[in-house]
């Protein structure tokens, strides 16, 4: 008779794994990979300076509680630094909320085409993953609202949206936090926040400054370019941050993370020339990339989301394959419900180029990108 071993608690192999987008490709061939809203400029010079100066102490311990990063981001921000909470990479600091505040057979909403960790960190606390419809591929305040019940215990809402790039104006946000029950915990990923330059967007700062219920999570993998390192933050109300801090890793965050985090908020030169880069490429791939016969989502963040016509010869996963044979990498998205698109990170202008070109001829579109 067959040994059996140990079995996972209930509803854990429901859970569908993460799949990363492709970032390599058969041989050895140097590939364009836009499929993981990486910056396309890498860290800051002064953050790897500090990394590598900080291979000079991997003997010792990390600053359990990050105190030096936390401070720098105080000061960046004008936050209280007993406030803040890091982590490895905002993953870790969404999945220590659900471990946090849900529990078997409690609620948590998130939109139809929103972040597929949240459901993942809901489903691994035994809690049951309840999906609002999205209205113009952007959260609807007034379908999470129509959602809630006695059982809700958190609202997801990633802001800018991953895959869309689509936000919630700070009215539709307050509006959304006004709407629900005090004990319901209200967390607003704002992975891409750095790259928004609209005049009614907030990141959740002042929300998380005026209530109770309120956390923003941020992390350094995007605009900082820190990936790699897994490094992120939440700003909570101080009951939260108190919850989060009881539960997480003694030294969750490496020494040499904290100290190239520190380094690259302290070099926001840096980041500007990327919003600048990433505002510039946005506005000009959209329009161009529109004009061979793509749809293109509206986007706040560092990507675009494609969308390509099943019915006229030229899907999605044949754009994909088009483009593996041009040494070009971007997401495909099926798990996000978007079987017919592809989304692309805005890359470096020969990278965007690049793209350009490969997809005009794909839609056997006249002209050249490059004119």
């Known amino acids: 008779m067959a040994k059996r071993g140990p079995i996972p608690r209930q509803g854990i192999l429901d859970i569908a794994p993460y799949v990363p987008g492709t970032s390599a490709l058969p041989g050895a061939r140097q590939a364009i990979k836009l499929s993981s809203n990486e910056t396309p400029f890498g860290p800051s010079p002064r953050a790897v300076e500090a990394y590598l100066a900080a291979a000079a102490t991997l003997s010792r311990y990390p600053d359990g509680s990050a105190r030096p990063l936390r401070e720098a981001l105080a000061k960046l921000y004008g936050l209280d630094p007993a406030r803040i909470v890091c982590g490895a990479g905002s993953d870790e600091l969404l999945n220590l909320l659900a471990q946090a505040y849900l529990g078997p057979g409690e609620e948590a909403i998130y939109t139809e085409h929103g972040f597929l960790v949240y459901r993942i960190a809901i489903l691994a606390r035994g809690a049951v993953p309840v999906v609002a419809p999205e209205k113009d591929l952007t959260a609807d305040v007034d379908a999470i609202l129509a959602r809630v019940t006695p059982l809700t215990r958190i609202v997801f809402i990633a802001n800018p949206n991953n895959p869309t790039g689509t936000y919630l104006s700070f009215d539709e946000v307050k509006r959304l936090r006004a709407g629900l029950p005090d004990d319901v915990l209200l967390v607003l990923d704002a992975a891409y926040a750095e790259y928004v330059r609209r005049n009614d967007y907030e990141a959740g700062i002042e929300l998380v400054a005026t209530t109770h219920n309120t956390v923003m999570t941020r992390t350094f993998s995007k605009i900082y370019g820190l990936a790699s390192l897994r490094l992120g933050w939440a700003y909570c109300p101080a009951p939260v941050a108190d919850a989060l801090n009881r539960i997480r890793g ?122």
Do not use: C
Request: no cysteine.
């Open 250 to 371: 003694p030294f969750n965050v490496s020494g040499p993370a904290i100290a190239a985090g520190i380094a690259a908020l302290e070099d926001q030169a840096h980041v500007q020339r990327q919003t600048e880069h990433n505002e510039l490429w946005r506005a000009r791939m959209a329009e161009a990339l529109s004009g061979i016969g793509l749809g293109v989502t509206p986007s706040a963040a560092n990507f675009l989301l494609l969308h390509f016509n099943k019915g006229n010869g030229k899907p999605a996963p044949e754009a994909d394959k088009f483009l593996h044979g041009r040494g070009i990498i971007l997401r495909r998205v099926e798990e996000y419900g978007f079987p017919h698109a592809l989304r692309m990170t805005i890359g470096t202008e020969d990278d965007n180029r690049a793209v350009l070109d490969a997809l005009m001829v794909f839609m056997g579109a006249n002209g050249s990108a490059r004119s």
